[in-house]
């Protein structure tokens, strides 16, 4: 008698469907944006979206993979320039040497700027969409990587207020001059005031309000290319304030006063400003 056979189950023939790629994507706080933003930017993409464009000494560059030759272009654009940039920001700031290096940098989709997690965050992305000038995207790596430094040297520059949010923009736009969009400019907002408000004995605690950093900006371009204080000069004798910096400076407590009359006796107060950059020293 033949043995009877249990009988396997019948196979499926559906196939298991793939699972959703998770999106993995951080969320920056501390940002170099455009006028009309305000708050947080999309950070930091996970790496199987990424493709890796290369590494030096101090920096790691990768790129949205779906960018394709235009991300490409965009981190080698970068890694060009990214240790001379470094080198002319660590001799500003003393020396000094940040910590958590290499900087972890990606060019993202984005058309609003730049961001990294924290003032002493070195993950920064860097919005490949901002502006077709590939110096002003070099820029904005700076503007990040600068307020490291800052992070790192104290003083007072706080990166997430208008003082330090000021140092970021003009150590960027000395070392690309010209470079910034219209919607990146912010002394024309704070000149077209009235009345102005003094962001100078006060700071502001945030750094998206283009109020504060155009005064920010004015002033520090004013300390640096109307009273020739070098930069380094200008970081070391950083404070809370910008009026305490003008003071470390120069021994005056008069920085207000003296800096707005002669803002004031170049740029009345009452009127709409376009001024195409942010630094019209000197005057």
Not at 47 to 60: E, M, Q, R, V, Y
């Amino acid at each position: 008698m033949a043995k009877s056979r249990a009988k396997s189950a019948p196979k499926s023939k559906s196939k298991a469907r793939p699972r959703a790629p998770i999106k993995t994507r951080t969320v920056h706080s501390r940002v170099t944006a455009l006028r009309a933003h305000a708050g947080p930017l999309l950070g930091m993409h996970g790496s199987s979206k990424l493709t890796h464009a290369g590494t030096t000494t101090h920096f790691d560059v990768s790129y949205l993979t779906r960018l394709g030759k235009q991300g490409a272009s965009l981190a080698q654009a970068i890694l060009q320039n990214c240790e001379r940039d470094y080198t002319t920001l660590q001799q500003e700031f003393g020396g000094l040497t940040p910590q958590r290096l290499p900087f972890v940098v990606q060019v993202t989709a984005d058309n609003t700027g730049a961001s990294h997690s924290s003032c002493m965050g070195t993950d920064i992305a860097v919005g490949g969409k901002s502006s077709a000038n590939l110096d002003f995207i070099r820029s904005l790596l700076v503007a990040e990587a600068d307020e490291v430094f800052m992070a790192n040297f104290a003083h007072g520059w706080d990166c997430g207020a208008s003082n330090g949010e000021g140092l970021s923009r003009v150590l960027a736009n000395d070392i690309y001059k010209g470079v910034e969009p219209v919607n990146f400019v912010s002394s024309d907002v704070w000149l077209s005031l009235n009345p102005r408000p003094n962001f100078v004995d006060q700071t502001e605690p945030t750094d998206t309000d283009y109020n504060s950093i155009g005064c920010s900006v004015l002033f520090l371009n004013w300390l640096r290319f109307q009273l020739n204080r070098t930069w380094a000069d200008i970081i070391a004798a950083g404070t809370g304030t910008l009026a305490g910096t003008y003071k470390n400076l120069t021994g005056k407590s008069t920085a207000w006063s003296d800096f707005n009359t002669l803002i004031n006796a170049h740029f009345p107060v009452g009127k709409k400003y376009k001024t195409g950059n942010d630094n019209p020293f000197p005057l």
